[in-house]
């Protein structure tokens, strides 16, 4: 019997892009993508939602955003960037709500947000479940 998805998905998000890990707990995923590999929004597509506005710039990289892999792997060049420039409130939700509109609310002196508080919520359960110290 193999493992839920829910639960190999972060698994191997962990292996490859420990950043990414902390977008895959399940309330998040359900605002992301509800694990659909090929979701589309109608602005961003995949199963980590990557914003077509990226699709370009992305591809002149090597990485296509319509496959589940190259999805994946955009979401940890983006995350990773955000995280080398901002705190991870900033990147989380320059994540959540393009860098545009998370600066807009720099602007106005909020650096946290409903879904960066989530998501590090999130991280803190994953990493104890990855850790052995609590049960899913």
Same mark, same amino acid.
């Given at each position: 019997?193999?493992?839920?998805?829910?639960?190999?998905?972060?698994?191997?998000?962990?292996?490859?892009?420990?950043?990414? %890990?902390? %977008?895959?707990?399940?309330?998040? +995923?359900?605002?992301?993508?509800?694990?659909?590999?090929?979701?589309?929004?109608?602005?961003?597509?995949?199963?980590?939602?990557?914003?077509?506005?990226?699709?370009?710039?992305?591809?002149?990289?090597?990485?296509?955003?319509?496959?589940?892999?190259?999805?994946?792997?955009?979401?940890?060049?983006? %995350?990773?960037?955000?995280?080398?420039?901002?705190?991870?409130?900033?990147?989380?939700?320059?994540? +959540?709500?393009?860098?545009?509109?998370?600066?807009?609310?720099?602007?106005?002196?909020?650096?946290?947000?409903?879904?960066?508080?989530?998501?590090?919520?999130?991280?803190?359960?994953?990493?104890?479940?990855? +850790?052995?110290?609590? +049960?899913?």
């Amino acid at each position: 019997v193999s493992p839920p998805i829910s639960i190999v998905i972060p698994l191997i998000l962990f292996a490859t892009c420990p950043h990414l %890990l902390v %977008l895959w707990h399940k309330k998040l +995923n359900q605002t992301e993508s509800s694990f659909r590999l090929g979701a589309d929004s109608g602005w961003a597509y995949g199963v980590c939602q990557i914003g077509y506005i990226n699709a370009d710039w992305l591809a002149d990289e090597g990485v296509d955003i319509f496959t589940t892999s190259g999805n994946i792997e955009a979401a940890c060049i983006i %995350l990773s960037d955000y995280l080398s420039r901002y705190t991870t409130d900033q990147a989380l939700m320059a994540y +959540n709500q393009g860098e545009y509109g998370a600066s807009e609310d720099w602007d106005s002196g909020i650096y946290q947000s409903d879904y960066s508080r989530a998501v590090q919520d999130a991280a803190e359960k994953w990493r104890a479940i990855i +850790n052995g110290t609590i +049960n899913q």
